[in-house]
């Protein structure tokens, strides 16, 4: 009588792969064909030809290879000839249908006499029975996976990246199939980063926003070119010499963006934040510190890898240098400098902030400039904005309005006049609008600085 490791079939149907796989998902079991389902022996045609096409749609049929786990022969029932298929329990679980995927279409199990699609929460839980606790390592529920943008990264970085590779850098399973490391480096990859800038010290007021999706790679190239977009010089003169210092440190914001990346805990569900702020920029990743780690073992530059083999790809595209050295690197960058970063912990969560290294002159420089700007003539205040051009390459409609003090219509009318006159330039559209010097002021420039020996 058919059950939960034995099933009938009256002859051979590609739907015989259903029960194949449900018994390699769950306890093994026997398939018999050549018997009706009431038990009753029908025997086949050919036993040669239909032992022949079931181990042919096993093997073509089935991911991984569960070959290894089942026994086909011929066999005599009531004097006819049938096929027995064994299966036995698989160590690869779970085994699913090659073009559903690792899915509940494409996943069976078996529940009483019937071979079922398995629930999501028993997919999972048959991953990690057989890929242990690591989640780089697990297999991943996607397997129809694409790598060209990974691909021309490497290419770029001229390190190979072909199946050799994939398999030593553990994007392939030893079972064939692709890792959840896998889907991180491809277009499919879930995880992605989320940049937000707000207008003030608070997350009151968006300025600007962007989500980063794709190869986890190209998210991180996006990411710091972003940053270094809001990243400003601040320049001042110190004697006849110009002396410019960005609001962050560079490196310090690789540092701090790789540590987001590479440690965090990718089988938690949810974005890396980035908040920049007037006087901050925060990191926040997903996953507190690995169990055993301290914060002040942290802080010694004592490194425990959550994504060991995640950090072994940035290490060999050189994206990092040595393990444990980047919250070093980030409070070297700010030795010499008053407020310095913090680094915060939760149980889920990393958080690290950097000030912003101009914030205080900025302030200081408002004050003065509201004291003159308050009552300032239309001429003085085209010299205060040619000046906040000295510090920065362009500027937008807030930025007057903030350096000069006054409403937005005034704010609105100088930059207006200014474009008139030829001392500004207009670029781009809404959002991204902003002015930048124009053929005037270059002159004016050369005017009051002219070449030696003229």
Do not use: W
């Amino acid at each position: 009588m058919e059950g939960k490791t034995l099933e009938y079939k009256r002859e051979y149907t590609d739907d015989i792969k259903y029960a194949v796989v449900a018994f390699a998902n769950t306890d093994g079991g026997k398939l018999l064909i050549g018997v009706d389902d009431k038990g009753h022996v029908c025997g086949v045609a050919d036993p040669d030809g239909t032992l022949l096409r079931v181990t042919n749609m096993i093997r073509d049929a089935i991911r991984p290879d569960v070959t290894m786990f089942i026994e086909s022969e011929i066999s005599e029932k009531d004097g006819k000839p049938i096929v027995v298929v064994s299966v036995f329990r698989g160590t690869a679980r779970p085994y699913y249908l090659a073009g559903k995927g690792v899915r509940p279409e494409g996943v069976y199990v078996r529940q009483g006499s019937s071979s079922v699609p398995a629930s999501e929460t028993a997919i999972l839980n048959m991953i990690r029975e057989t890929s242990g606790d690591r989640y780089e390592d697990a297999r991943s529920l996607n397997q129809q996976l694409t790598f060209e943008k990974t691909t021309a990264y490497f290419a770029k970085a001229n390190v190979s990246f072909g199946k050799a590779q994939m398999r030593s850098l553990h994007l392939i399973g030893e079972d064939g199939t692709y890792t959840n490391l896998a889907m991180l480096f491809s277009e499919q990859c879930v995880p992605v980063i989320k940049l937000a800038v707000f207008e003030g010290s608070r997350k009151t007021v968006f300025h600007d926003r962007r989500e980063l999706t794709g190869p986890l790679l190209n998210q991180l190239d996006e990411a710091f070119a972003y940053i270094e977009q809001h990243n400003r010089t601040r320049a001042e003169f110190v004697g006849l010499n110009r002396v410019e210092q960005r609001d962050y440190p560079p490196e310090a914001l690789r540092e701090a963006l790789l540590n987001a990346i590479v440690h965090r805990d990718y089988a938690i569900n949810g974005p890396t934040l980035i908040s920049i702020f007037d006087d901050r920029i925060e990191f926040v990743s997903i996953g507190g510190l690995v169990r055993g780690i301290s914060y002040d073992d942290i802080m010694l530059g004592i490194s425990v890898l959550r994504n060991q083999h995640l950090a072994n790809i940035f290490y060999r595209l050189r994206l990092i240098e040595a393990y444990g050295t980047g919250m070093l690197k980030i409070h070297e960058c700010y030795a010499d400098f008053d407020e310095k970063p913090r680094i915060e912990v939760s149980e889920n969560a990393f958080k690290i902030t950097l000030p912003n290294m101009n914030f205080r002159h900025s302030v200081q420089g408002e004050t003065e400039q509201k004291k003159v700007s308050l009552a300032a003539p239309p001429e003085k205040r085209r010299e205060m904005v040619m000046r906040l051009l000295e510090t920065q390459s362009a500027i937008t409609r807030k930025d007057v309005e903030k350096f000069l003090n006054v409403s937005q219509a005034t704010a609105t009318l100088v930059i207006r006049q200014m474009v008139a006159d030829g001392l500004l330039v207009k670029e781009g559209k809404g959002r991204s609008l902003q002015y930048r010097k124009g053929k005037k002021a270059h002159l004016r420039l050369q005017e009051k600085h002219p070449a030696d020996g003229s």
